[in-house]
């Protein structure tokens, strides 16, 4: 499996961002594409993730509301759109695939995109 992340930028708070996360290869379809993301000198945290049957998404508490996740499976894709972005939400995104909120569940992994918010 390889996930290519990409829509990572700069912009100001309260500005939106879209990343899109890729996927090919061998793939597995009870699965769950997920973001993380990992901001300096911090561990990296669950964000949003969505089942590829079934579409059935859930969030973090401090993006519920302004986050959304959605995926495309023609096109093996799965987006997150980002709005009322805080300078807290500055970090590297990771999309990943595998199943639940915890990295260690993870094992495909792809290379991040950055995120910077100016307040």
């Known amino acids: 499996v390889q996930l290519q992340a990409s829509g990572g930028g700069l912009v100001q708070a309260g500005g939106s961002l879209r990343l899109s996360c890729a996927r090919s290869?061998?793939?597995?379809?009870?699965?769950?594409m997920t973001w993380f993301r990992q901001a300096p000198g911090k561990e990296r945290e669950f964000v949003a993730g969505?089942?590829?049957?079934?579409?059935?998404?859930k969030y973090a508490n401090s993006v519920k509301g302004r986050f959304t996740i959605s995926r495309d499976n023609a096109k093996n894709t799965v987006y997150l759109q980002m709005n009322s972005l805080e300078p807290e939400d500055t970090a590297v995104y990771y999309c990943?695939?595998?199943?639940?909120?915890?990295?260690?569940?993870?094992?495909?992994w792809g290379q991040g995109t950055l995120v910077t918010v100016s307040s």
């Open positions: 290869g061998r793939t597995f379809s009870l699965t769950e």
């Open positions: 969505i089942s590829w049957i079934g579409g059935s998404t």
């Open positions: 990943a695939q595998g199943r639940g909120t915890m990295a260690s569940n993870y094992n495909y």
